[in-house]
C-alpha cells in the first residue's frame, strides 16, 4: 500500500511539474496585450484573451479596470473621459516598459475604454511607444483628432466599425465628449486642420469594416460580438502578431481602409483610400 501510494505521489508530482513547466514556456513576459472593457460591461476580456490563445499568442493578458461601478452611464459620460484613469493608464504602459526595455505592449479596448486608452497614449512621455492599439467599436468620435495618440504607436491602430451597432446607433454622446457618428459606426475619418505632417500619422490607422464573411467569425455586426473569439483568432490576432512595421510615407496621404462590397461600408467621401492592408480573414 505504502509502495503504491508514495508511486502516486511521485506521478503526481512529475504531472505537476509538467503542467507548470508547459505553463511557464508558453508566456512570454516580454508580450503583453492588456485590454480594457467597454463601459458598465466585465465579459468582453476572456473573449478576446480565448481568441489570441486560440490564434497562438503565447505573450501575457491582463485587464485594466477603468469603471467607476455605477453603472453604464457614469462609466460612458464620466469615467471614460476621466484623467484620473487616463493618468493611471499611462502610468501603467511607462512601468510596462521600465520593468521589459525589449517589451512589446498591444492595447485594445472596447466601446467607451477606446476613449481612456486615447486619453492614456498622448499622456505618454515622448519616446514611449506600444506595439499596437485594437479599438473594438470605439464609441468616440470619428472626427477624433488622432494625430497625438498616433505618434505613441510603433505599428497601427485597428479600430472595428459597423453600421449594423444598434448600441452606438442610439448613443446620444460619444464617450470622449466630441460630436459626430461615433467610429464604430463610420470609422476613423482624417481630423480637419491638420499639418502634412499630422496627416501623415493617419497612414498607421486601418479601420476594420463589418463583412458578411465574418458572420463565420461570430461577428454578425453588432457591438459586443466584435470581440467573439472567433473573430479575434482570424482577424485581429493575425495582424497584432505580426512584427511591427514602419508607416508608409506616400506622397499624398492615403486614409487605411479595408473597403468591401458587404452591407456596412463607412461613409468616407473626400478621402483618399488605402487598400493596400493585407486581407488577412475571407
Same mark, same amino acid.
Request: contains cysteine.
Given at each position: 500500500? *505504502?509502495?503504491?501510494?508514495? %508511486?502516486?505521489? =511521485?506521478?503526481?508530482?512529475?504531472?505537476?511539474?509538467?503542467?507548470?513547466?508547459?505553463?511557464? &514556456? +508558453?508566456?512570454?513576459?516580454? !508580450?503583453?496585450?492588456?485590454?480594457?472593457? /467597454? &463601459?458598465?460591461?466585465?465579459?468582453?476580456?476572456?473573449?478576446?484573451?480565448?481568441?489570441?490563445?486560440?490564434? /497562438?499568442?503565447?505573450?501575457?493578458?491582463?485587464?485594466?479596470?477603468?469603471?467607476?461601478?455605477?453603472?453604464?452611464?457614469?462609466?460612458?459620460?464620466?469615467?471614460?473621459?476621466?484623467?484620473?484613469?487616463?493618468?493611471?493608464?499611462?502610468?501603467?504602459?511607462? @512601468?510596462?516598459? %521600465?520593468?521589459?526595455?525589449?517589451?512589446?505592449?498591444?492595447?485594445?479596448?472596447?466601446?467607451?475604454?477606446?476613449?481612456?486608452?486615447?486619453?492614456?497614449?498622448? %499622456?505618454?512621455?515622448?519616446?514611449?511607444?506600444?506595439?499596437?492599439?485594437?479599438?473594438? $467599436?470605439?464609441?468616440?468620435? #470619428?472626427?477624433? *483628432?488622432?494625430?497625438?495618440?498616433?505618434?505613441?504607436?510603433?505599428?497601427?491602430?485597428? #479600430?472595428?466599425?459597423?453600421? @449594423?451597432? #444598434?448600441?452606438?446607433?442610439?448613443?446620444?454622446?460619444?464617450?470622449? /465628449?466630441?460630436?459626430?457618428?461615433?467610429?464604430? %459606426? =463610420?470609422?476613423?475619418?482624417?481630423?480637419?486642420?491638420?499639418?502634412?505632417?499630422? @496627416?501623415?500619422?493617419?497612414?498607421?490607422?486601418?479601420?476594420?469594416?463589418?463583412?458578411?464573411?465574418?458572420? $463565420?467569425? /461570430?461577428?454578425?455586426?453588432?457591438?459586443?460580438?466584435?470581440?467573439?473569439?472567433?473573430?479575434? !483568432?482570424?482577424?485581429? &490576432?493575425?495582424?497584432?502578431? +505580426?512584427?511591427?512595421?514602419?508607416?508608409? $510615407?506616400?506622397?499624398?496621404?492615403?486614409?487605411?481602409? +479595408? =473597403?468591401?462590397?458587404?452591407?456596412?461600408?463607412?461613409?468616407?467621401?473626400?478621402?483618399?483610400?488605402? !487598400?493596400? +492592408?493585407?486581407?488577412? &480573414?475571407?
Amino acid at each position: 500500500m *505504502n509502495q503504491r501510494y508514495s %508511486r502516486t505521489l =511521485s506521478l503526481l508530482a512529475l504531472a505537476l511539474m509538467i503542467w507548470a513547466g508547459s505553463g511557464c &514556456a +508558453e508566456i512570454d513576459p516580454n !508580450k503583453r496585450v492588456v485590454f480594457l472593457d /467597454g &463601459a458598465g460591461y466585465f465579459g468582453a476580456g476572456p473573449s478576446v484573451k480565448r481568441g489570441l490563445r486560440m490564434a /497562438g499568442y503565447d505573450g501575457e493578458f491582463r485587464g485594466f479596470v477603468w469603471t467607476s461601478f455605477l453603472l453604464w452611464g457614469a462609466d460612458h459620460l464620466i469615467a471614460a473621459r476621466s484623467t484620473l484613469n487616463a493618468k493611471n493608464l499611462a502610468g501603467y504602459i511607462q @512601468r510596462y516598459y %521600465r520593468e521589459h526595455p525589449e517589451g512589446k505592449l498591444t492595447v485594445m479596448g472596447l466601446s467607451a475604454g477606446s476613449a481612456v486608452i486615447l486619453n492614456a497614449l498622448v %499622456r505618454l512621455p515622448e519616446d514611449v511607444l506600444v506595439e499596437n492599439v485594437v479599438l473594438f $467599436q470605439p464609441s468616440v468620435s #470619428a472626427s477624433h *483628432n488622432l494625430t497625438p495618440a498616433l505618434a505613441h504607436i510603433k505599428g497601427k491602430l485597428y #479600430a472595428t466599425c459597423s453600421r @449594423r451597432d #444598434a448600441i452606438l446607433a442610439t448613443l446620444g454622446v460619444n464617450a470622449d /465628449g466630441q460630436s459626430g457618428a461615433p467610429a464604430g %459606426r =463610420s470609422g476613423f475619418r482624417i481630423a480637419s486642420g491638420l499639418t502634412a505632417k499630422q @496627416r501623415r500619422l493617419y497612414t498607421k490607422v486601418v479601420n476594420l469594416p463589418w463583412r458578411k464573411q465574418y458572420r $463565420q467569425y /461570430g461577428w454578425r455586426g453588432g457591438h459586443v460580438t466584435s470581440t467573439n473569439r472567433k473573430f479575434v !483568432k482570424h482577424v485581429i &490576432a493575425p495582424r497584432v502578431m +505580426e512584427p511591427s512595421r514602419p508607416s508608409p $510615407q506616400p506622397p499624398r496621404v492615403p486614409f487605411p481602409y +479595408e =473597403s468591401d462590397a458587404g452591407d456596412s461600408q463607412p461613409d468616407v467621401k473626400n478621402q483618399d483610400l488605402n !487598400k493596400t +492592408e493585407p486581407q488577412i &480573414a475571407k
